[in-house]
């Protein structure tokens, strides 16, 4: 099963070639072209690719379409797709089962999220506004005192990890220790056979103390319950069957880490945006009429989550493209949100934007439980920016981008504070 014929030569066809560092720094042209010369290939590892909002939307609706890898079929895979899981390797099925549910399919992934979700439903995380406020206003003082700073280590950092922390019932004081291994966390995110052993080892070393952590503190929340979430998933319940100790340490890892890595690449790669486009700034800054829309654009426009990827579990057709059972595709998402049959003038950086159906949050059963809460964050802290620092400017000519692939964001984002 291949995609259709082309009379392009091989050579002059674009392919997604993950390992190409233009990915991740500046990922948007190398879009345009693949949705117009090669919207839907296989490419030379072995997997298809996915650029136009349709038919990533397509797939993300399908539930044909799998979150576990487990059902990839890793001969058609670049080695190291992987890692092999032997019956007599206990350390290897114990990361089998701290799999999180992002990466799992129902009934598990089910039971999983509907322990979790009803933290994140909108009237709860509109309860949390107004502490996110005394945060966001907290960090703003010390930034305008200082006058020039990284936002991203001032402000788009320490807001989300806070209010994430406050609702999990993590001691916030321990955010320094578990920033390093959140950030080895989302680097890991990117494909195995896109990471060199040295990353592969800081993930896993990661897991390991991330585990550890939350081991001691769920303990002692067994013994000493209280409000937060901890507390409640500790004493979870479906049907008579509590979490296992696995499933427990990974829900609280997703929780923490989803709960803030792509939040602070939302802020921070919003903030660049509105700097970037003065017109946007200035109808951001002055009508709070469109701080809403303003944050669904910057989820479009910006795209912190790239992509994702799904695993076929039977013989399937989308685009007009034929996948067999155990093929995996990669959704460019990012690509989607850019696509010129869905989004007029999509290069176009507009906080008025409606409709905005952008892919910012995935679909389907897997759409992130944290998006009333990213939204809420990022809606609360930008428009606090732009109230307190009307001046905002940048303080460098350009920014320097990580080479995670999946979650996309910058290593830093100098700023002048003037109000």
């Known amino acids: 099963m291949v ?10 066809r674009p392919v997604f070639d993950p390992s190409d560092p233009k990915w991740a720094s500046d990922p948007f042209p190398l879009y345009a072209d693949l949705r117009q010369r090669a ?4 490419n030379d590892l072995g997997f298809w690719v996915v650029a136009r909002h349709a038919d990533c939307l397509a797939i993300l609706r399908d539930r044909r379409a799998s979150s576990d890898s487990l059902n990839v079929a890793v001969e058609r895979m670049p080695e190291g797709f992987r890692t092999p899981i032997t019956e007599d390797d206990p350390v290897a099925a114990a990361m089998l089962e701290m799999r999180p549910f992002l990466f799992r399919d129902p009934p598990d992934h089910t039971r999983l999220r509907g322990l979790v979700s009803k933290a994140f ?10 502490r996110t406020q005394l945060v966001v206003d907290e960090l703003l003082d010390a930034a305008m005192e200082a006058g020039q700073v990284d936002l991203l280590d001032a402000f ?11 609702l999990l019932g993590v001691p916030v004081e ?13 680097r890991g995110l990117d494909p195995d056979f896109l990471l060199t052993a040295e990353v592969i080892e800081a993930r896993g070393e990661a897991v390991l103390q991330f585990s550890q952590y939350f081991f001691e503190l769920l303990a002692e929340r067994r013994r000493v319950p209280g409000e937060d979430l901890l507390s409640r998933l500790v004493q979870a319940e479906d049907g008579g069957t509590v979490l296992s100790e696995g499933e427990l340490l990974s829900t609280c890892i997703l929780l923490l880490v989803a709960g803030h890595e792509t939040t602070v690449n939302l802020i921070s ?16 800054r002055t009508d709070p009429e469109v701080h809403r829309s303003g944050v669904e654009e910057m989820l479009r426009f910006v795209s912190p989550v790239q992509l994702t990827g799904r695993a076929l579990t039977e013989d399937c057709e989308f685009g007009g493209v034929s996948f067999a059972a155990g093929d995996f595709a990669m959704l460019l998402l990012a690509s989607g949100n850019h696509d010129p049959d869905q989004f007029e003038d ?14 910012g949050f995935g679909f389907g059963i897997h759409h992130c439980l944290g998006a009333p809460l990213a939204r809420m964050e990022t809606q609360v802290a930008l428009a606090s920016l732009a109230r307190r620092a009307p001046g905002l400017a940048l303080a460098a000519d350009d920014v320097t981008y990580k080479s995670n692939v999946v979650l996309r964001g910058m290593e830093a ?5 003037r109000g």
């Open 39 to 42: 919207p839907i290939h296989r």
């Open 346 to 359: 999509p290069e176009r950086f507009d906080v008025t934007r409606t409709p905005n159906n952008h892919l």
């Open 174 to 186: 321990d955010q320094d220790r578990f920033k390093v291994w959140s950030g080895a966390l989302a």
């Open 156 to 166: 788009a950092y320490p807001l989300p990890v806070r209010v994430i922390c406050d």
């Open 121 to 130: 439903t909108p009237k709860v995380v509109e309860a949390l506004r107004i």
């Open 413 to 417: 984002l100098p700023v002048l504070m």
């Open 3 to 12: 995609t259709p014929p082309t009379a392009e030569p091989a050579a002059a």
């Open 269 to 284: 790669g919003g903030t660049l945006a509105l700097l970037r486009h003065p017109d946007q700034w200035e109808r951001f």
